[in-house]
């Protein structure tokens, strides 16, 4: 199984910072990487697929890159909405599995 | 598009559940599903899968104890959990598929396995 190491764990920020989150695959996962947010007793919502691809909806200072084993996920300007939790998951290789999570606070 | 989970509920371990995942707006019999799982306070777990020609992958963890079903002319999804554990304790979601990752997620129901 391809183990998603993401870090950190949580995050604390002021509104308006640029905050960035990595996901390291423990084997080259081709760019198949999407990130989700969740917030407080909500489904995730899907951002980002294929890396960088943001989803319909999905607000312009989030953006991903990466490649390899080696992903990372920004939020500019980080605004109020955006306190939530976000996870990475692969999905190049069966099982499908994610990162464990960094959870995202106002300082 | 729009997925609503039900069947969810307090269960003694060793002891059976079946959850459903109600799809509209869209085709459902088109798309692979999957069921995704969350234990308090925890991370995300994918739980197992359904193609659109109905077949299956499970994570080890789960694998001889669910089974994941669908019915097309119903557009509804199924989770049948078997032999449940105190560990299978979580939230279950239902998702659509898409080329690989999850688009759409229903917003879950609480399963709670404990005696």
């Known amino acids: 199984d391809i183990q998603m190491t993401q870090s950190p764990p949580s995050l604390s920020a002021s509104l308006g910072d640029k905050v960035t989150i990595t996901c390291q695959a423990s084997q080259n996962i081709n760019k198949y990487i999407a990130w989700y947010q969740q917030k407080p007793g909500k489904a995730p919502r899907l951002l980002i697929r294929y890396t960088s691809t943001l989803e319909s909806g999905t607000p312009s200072r989030f953006s991903g890159s990466g490649s390899g084993r080696d992903y990372s996920f920004s939020i500019s300007n980080v605004e109020s909405e955006d306190i939530a939790s976000y996870y990475c998951?692969?999905?190049?290789?069966?099982?499908?599995?994610f990162g464990g999570g960094t959870k995202l606070e106002l300082k | 598009v729009q997925l609503v989970e039900s069947g969810g509920g307090l269960v003694q371990p060793g002891k059976s559940l079946k959850l459903s995942c109600s799809a509209s707006?869209?085709?459902?019999?088109?798309?692979?599903m999957h069921w995704i799982r969350q234990a308090p306070g925890k991370g995300l777990d994918w739980v197992a899968y359904?193609?659109?020609?109905?077949?299956?992958v499970y994570a080890d963890a789960v694998k001889g104890r669910f089974t994941i079903s669908r019915d097309n002319a119903k557009n509804t999804l199924y989770l049948q959990l078997n032999s449940l554990k105190s560990e299978d304790t979580a939230i279950y979601y239902c998702?659509?598929?898409?080329?690989?990752?999850?688009?759409?997620w229903g917003q879950g129901v609480m399963v709670t396995v404990s005696s």
């Open positions: 359904i193609s659109s020609s109905s077949g299956t």
């Open positions: 998951l692969q999905y190049v290789n069966l099982p499908w599995t």
């Open positions: 707006g869209f085709t459902f019999s088109s798309y692979g």
């Open positions: 998702a659509r598929g898409r080329t690989g990752y999850f688009d759409y």
